[in-house]
């Protein structure tokens, strides 16, 4: 079982909106605005893990789809199951379409059951997933839990990987 398999990126600011205006008659093109520019891939997991495997896979390829193509550089921000990263991309990285950035997927959900977190999730826009999972949570027969309503009404002990963790 992969522990982070999930990916999301999220971006701040439009990808494909940013652009300043290089003269009050005519706007920047998309493509003149990533020429020669860098796009901080911000990873929100330590290196080596699975968010780390996949976020760096689409870095190598993501700057060849966007016009213009950027240079991509990823860089390792862990802490608190990416909520680090993610309050960077909110509060501290640039709104011009210049950073990414990977998250995990439980923190819309973490917010809508009302974590105390530093960003909003709804703020954010997604770009794509390059991975996809259906979680799922089994119970051994002998525990007597067979529907939801059952383990509302018994205690059933799990594991996951970790407390903030969609598993």
Do not use: C
């Not at 501290?92 to 997927?105: I, Y």
């Not at 999972?133 to 383990?151: L, Q, S, Y």
């Amino acid at each position: 079982m992969r522990r982070h398999s999930q990916l999301s990126v999220l971006l701040m600011g439009g990808l494909l909106a940013g652009g300043l205006a290089s003269s009050p008659a005519r706007a920047q093109s998309v493509e003149e605005f990533y020429k020669g520019k860098t796009i901080n891939f911000i990873i929100g997991y330590s290196p080596g893990g699975g968010y780390d495997i996949w976020a760096r896979l689409v870095a190598r390829h993501i700057g060849n789809h966007i016009p213009g193509k950027p240079q991509v550089v990823p860089r390792n921000m862990p802490g608190a199951s990416s909520r680090a990263a993610a309050a960077s991309m909110f509060a501290v990285q640039p709104k011009d379409g210049t950073a990414l950035a990977t998250g995990d997927q439980s923190l819309s959900l973490a917010q809508a059951m009302g974590e105390n977190i530093q960003f909003d999730t709804t703020k954010f826009i997604y770009i794509g997933n390059p991975n996809a999972e259906n979680n799922t949570t089994a119970a051994w027969h002998t525990t007597g839990i067979k529907t939801i309503e059952d383990v509302k009404q018994k205690e059933l002990p799990v594991g996951a990987t970790g407390g903030s963790t969609s598993s």
